[in-house]
């Protein structure tokens, strides 16, 4: 089942004080990038956040998932609590990347 874009937009909203906040659409579900850094994974209508170590106390209680076949196991994020969830996004924008851009093939 494929993340809706309603819900997506709801993520968005939560997080919406966290700094500048757009989403992507990958395979039909979405990345959710905060300050151009990709923060949150979402896919069938549930947020994930890479497990790190940074994150280790503030989602000890948390579940766990992978999000898709294959993926690393991740920390499923409750959304609806949006001080955790902005909590999530402040620990992680200092240590998440910017993304560098690929070059195209020829």
């Known amino acids: 089942m494929a993340t809706s874009l309603d819900f997506v937009e709801y993520i968005a909203e939560q ?6 906040v757009r989403y992507k659409k990958m395979f ?10 990709p923060i ?17 106390v503030l989602m000890k209680h948390s579940e766990r ?9 991740h920390y499923v994020l409750d ?5 955790l969830a902005r909590a999530v996004v402040s620990v992680l924008l ?3 990347p910017i993304p560098v851009p690929r070059k195209k093939r020829k």
């Not at 949150?40 to 280790?56: G, P």
């Not at 998932?65 to 196991?73: L, Q």
């Open 28 to 37: 039909g579900e979405y990345m959710v990038y905060i300050d151009e850094k």
């Open 94 to 96: 200092p240590v998440t």
């Open 65 to 73: 998932g992978y999000p898709y076949k294959g993926a690393k196991e």
């Open 79 to 83: 959304i609806d609590n949006t001080e």
């Open 40 to 56: 949150l994974l979402v896919c069938d209508n549930t947020v994930f956040v890479k497990m790190l170590h940074c994150l280790d």
């Open 15 to 20: 997080v919406a004080d966290c700094g500048a």
